[in-house]
């Protein structure tokens, strides 16, 4: 936690009201984003309840679950939730635009648009990632044959699993942390994650304050958790008898038909308030600009949907189970530079964000005083043109002469710091600058900055992170087990390594059955 | 009755102290500092009940849902005699199963005493001397602890399993654990919970005269294996657990100590009217925290009555506002509206600084 960020949870006690922690918003926001609000019955491995999902606060469908720990019911429920998601999905891949790459020397594709699916929560998050888990192995023939929209769906529900892991992607977003990222309540990381009482700090009806909306969001009677997980209450008390009135009723269709109306209008009752919470959760993000480079981490969801998109047409295979040595090593490589630039992007994006950086002394903002943009430096083998400016801040600087600083303004430019002077609560800052000023040796106008311009300068630094270099799966070295052995050789290896699970061959045992 | 003993009994009222099991005993190991809770604890106070006679009821419901799912995987893992849960066992140990095991159940309905004794008797009997011996199975043991100098029955929910010369605890949850990975948080409890059979069994072998080293630290969590109801088994090392339960167990066994420290009129009596209860209890200094919610029954009333302090808001919060203890502390030197004490002259130049930085970026008077 940032000082910035807990004087703004102090504002926020003090004001009775959330405060802002961002002055643009970080994540990419659909048109028609897929709000999905999942339950799940307690005690279960993951089993789904009931689902209130929808491209519109007028468009909820409900799925419900009348047995849920009947697995017929369970995959009907995946084959239904299938309905709803592959056509929104498949919505996306009409048009494509031609993106160049290897330095404009060829082409290739990806998707103007990609699905973005919202959940209220993390713990909606982790339900997705156990129900793809859950359904991606399945098969519509043999043993156990469930619809074939389900092994799908679980693919694509794996996707947006994860892609919700990967810093700055939008494709899947829990409405608990996108409202954190921008606002600041007066409770804690752990209250925040009850989104009635989140949405009560940010915006609260007319006449209550933030505290006093947040408490009463914590009846779980007049305001029902944000699932997965329900009321303990209510399934004791309300649930419990509907599910039994359903299950007793089975030879007669008439009371079946009734116990099902029951059982579907308690969990409207249970769903409908937390999929209003979500809308409004849209719409104070909506409110905010975006971030402008928030469009840039959305093509890298364009380009993850495409290629997923891709690899399924191209008849590969489920996710694994597990990543091999290679594809772990690679993914956490990826995940790390995601993090790094993800920082960075929020920072440049954002005054206030980079303000926590300039509290730390990551940055500072000054003023230029002189600027010297013609100058040459002609010490090596040829001419090159180095202008100098001097900047002047009140604030603590607190890098070394011969750092390589930033400007926001100008991302290109590299800013190398060669003289400190701290002076009366002041200090001079001279810095030599390259890049960003074309291939001569005179500067274009504006890149260089001029005398008079206030500006960001910053350690961090938004330039291309280049990809690490990882071997051919089939050439892991021994130190990460060696390169990995066929299916089945593997499982059998694995038992005897006395492997946690014992796993089976990496596709899935297709005979596993939900509880 | 000694006059800690004579103190405690006044504190609750004269009502018999309520029953420690497992889940309460590891609960306690959260939130140590807390003398509020030590001293409720180690009175054996109703703190569900004294929460919801002040006015703020704990949210601790158990789905019903939650638990017929766990006594049915439960039924299921023990049923045969625990012939299958001999071989997970066995086989998670890396010990060579035998065909068959003693199977010996002491959750028979008899009172307490006469159980613990039974509980005692046939467990010390069958303490580990070599890996010779047959495997040996011990549904519901009751086991006891010491806790603030009083003995406490420990509710069975365990089996203890003798196999190769050592005795393991052996729990069995019903959450599952998916390609090998299951809920830390659960994890997390189970290893806490595990460990207070750890300690009892020990205690209960060291009583005997026998090594207590004979139990192992190594408990066998037996959990659903991906989606379906299969068994699966891990090891959980509980040797971390067992050092900080031994610490608050030690902690309350000195409640002396803490009782010095408490208003000599402090009382949790049930039937004392709301108000005097609850002024009662702000008189015994209390170290709130959100992770509270989770673990404590009081929780609600302490997070009323730390509202406006940082501590409120978390840790990680508190420390980033310099360690200050109130929120107006805090708004107060980020306005500048308040001159710092030298101590405070670091953190208030932060949040000096902090303030301005905030105010210049959303565009508004500092």
């Known amino acids: ?515 | 009755m000694t006059s800690s003993e004579q103190r405690l009994d006044a504190i609750r009222g004269g009502v018999p102290p309520r029953r420690h099991n497992a889940r309460t005993i590891a609960a306690l190991t959260g939130n140590p500092g807390c003398v509020r809770r030590a001293v409720l604890d180690g009175a054996g106070v109703d703190k569900p009940k004294l929460a919801e006679r002040i006015g703020f009821p704990a949210r601790f419901g158990q789905s019903r849902f939650a638990i017929t799912r766990g006594n049915a995987f439960e039924a299921q893992v023990k049923a045969d005699g625990g012939a299958e849960l001999l071989r997970l066992v066995a086989e998670r140990l890396g010990v060579e199963p035998d065909e068959r095991a003693d199977w010996t159940d002491l959750g028979a309905d008899d009172d307490l005493p006469e159980r613990h004794a039974r509980s005692r008797e046939l467990l010390v009997a069958a303490a580990p001397t070599g890996a010779d011996q047959p495997a040996a199975l011990f549904d519901h043991p009751l086991l006891s602890l010491e806790v603030a100098g009083r003995r406490v029955h420990l509710e069975p929910d365990l089996v203890a399993a003798r196999l190769a010369g050592r005795f393991h605890v052996v729990e069995i949850k019903s959450f599952p654990v998916i390609d090998g990975q299951a809920d830390p948080a659960k994890v997390a409890a189970a290893a806490t919970q595990s460990a207070v059979y750890v300690l009892a069994l020990r205690e209960l072998l060291a009583a005997a005269g026998h090594d207590p080293g004979l139990v192992s630290h190594e408990v066998v969590l037996i959990c659903p294996r991906d989606f379906a109801n299969r068994p699966v088994a891990s090891l959980l090392d509980v040797r971390k657990q067992l050092l900080v339960l031994r610490r608050q167990l030690d902690r309350m066994a000195r409640l002396d100590d803490l009782l010095a420290s408490v208003p000599s009129d402090f009382t949790a009596d049930l039937a004392a009217d709301p108000a005097t209860l609850a002024a009662a209890l702000s008189r015994v200094e209390a170290r709130y925290a959100p992770e509270c919610l989770a673990s404590c029954e009081l929780a609600y009333f302490c997070r009323h009555e730390a509202r406006g302090h940082t501590a409120a808001l978390g840790r990680p919060v508190r420390e980033a506002l310099g360690g200050l203890a109130t929120v107006a502390e805090v708004v107060a030197l980020a306005d500048g509206a308040r001159t710092p004490d030298p101590e405070e002259a670091e953190a208030a130049a932060l949040l000096r600084a902090a303030a301005r930085l905030r105010a210049e970026a959303l565009g508004v008077p500092a």
């Not at chain 1, 999902?53 to 849920?68: I, K, N, W």
């Not at chain 1, 299950?247 to 029951?262: G, Q, S, V």
């Not at chain 1, 926590?356 to 002394?361: I, S």
């Not at chain 1, 002189?370 to 090159?384: E, N, T």
């Open chain 1, 1 to 515: 936690m940032s000082t910035l960020r807990a004087l703004a949870k102090a504002q926020a006690v003090a004001a009775g009201v959330a405060q802002p922690v961002a002055t643009v918003r970080h994540v990419h926001l659909h048109e028609r984003p897929l709000v999905l609000v999942p339950l799940a019955l307690a005690g279960e491995a993951n089993a789904p309840l009931a689902a209130m999902v929808g491209t519109a606060p007028d468009e909820a469908r409900l799925l419900v679950v009348p047995q849920p720990r009947n697995r017929d019911q369970r995959f009907r429920f995946a084959a239904e939730l299938a309905e709803v998601v592959l056509p929104y999905v498949d919505a996306h891949r009409e048009v494509s635009e031609a993106v160049p790459v290897d330095r404009g020397r060829d082409v290739r594709y990806r998707y103007v648009d990609a699905p973005q699916v919202l959940v209220p929560n993390p713990a909606g998050i982790t339900f997705l990632r156990l129900l793809g888990r859950s359904t991606r192995f399945r098969r519509p023939d043999g043993e156990h044959p469930v619809h074939p929209s389900v092994p799908l769906l679980g693919r694509w529900l794996t996707f947006f699993a994860d892609r919700a892991e990967h810093p700055g992607a939008s494709a899947l977003l829990a409405m608990t942390d996108a409202l954190t990222l921008h606002w600041a309540t007066g409770q804690s990381a752990v209250e925040d994650l009850h989104l009635p009482a989140l949405l009560g700090w940010i915006d609260p009806p007319p006449g209550t304050t933030g505290a006093e909306a947040a408490a009463r969001a914590e009846d779980p009677g007049t305001h029902p958790p944000a699932g997965p997980a329900t009321d303990p209450d209510f399934d004791n008390h309300r649930l419990a008898p509907a599910i039994a009135a359903y299950a007793e009723a089975e030879d007669d269709p008439d009371a079946r038909a009734e116990a099902y109306a029951t059982l579907e209008s308690l969990l409207r009752d249970q769903l409908a308030p937390t999929w209003e919470l979500m809308w409004r959760g849209v719409g104070l993000l909506r409110a905010l600009p975006p971030g402008a480079r928030v469009e840039g981490r959305w093509a890298g969801d364009r380009d993850a949907f495409t290629a997923h998109a891709e690899h399924v047409d191209a008849g590969g295979g489920p996710q694994p189970r597990r990543d091999g040595a290679v594809a772990a090593a690679v993914r956490l490589h990826r995940l790390e530079r995601a993090l790094t630039s993800y920082a960075v992007q929020r920072a440049y994006d954002d005054p206030l964000v980079m303000a926590e950086h300039r509290l730390t002394g990551e940055a500072f903002v000054g003023e230029v005083t002189l600027a010297d943009p013609a100058r040459v430096d002609d010490s090596g083998k040829r001419p090159v043109l180095r202008p100098r400016i001097q900047v002047v801040t009140t604030e603590p600087v607190l890098v070394p002469v011969g750092a390589t600083l930033y400007s926001p303004a100008r991302p290109g430019q590299k800013a190398r710091v060669v003289f400190l002077h701290p002076a009366d609560g002041k200090t001079e800052v001279v810095l030599e600058l390259s890049g960003g000023m074309g291939r001569g040796l005179t500067a274009p106008p504006g890149s260089v900055p001029e005398v008079g311009e206030r500006l960001c300068y910053t350690t961090l630094s938004d330039a291309y992170l280049p990809a690490g270099a990882f071997p051919a799966p089939e050439e892991t070295p021994w130190t990460h087990g060696g390169p990995p052995v066929p299916a089945g050789a593997e499982a059998a290896g694995a038992a005897t390594a006395g492997d946690a699970a014992g796993d089976p061959a990496p596709d899935g045992d297709p005979a596993e059955e939900w509880a």
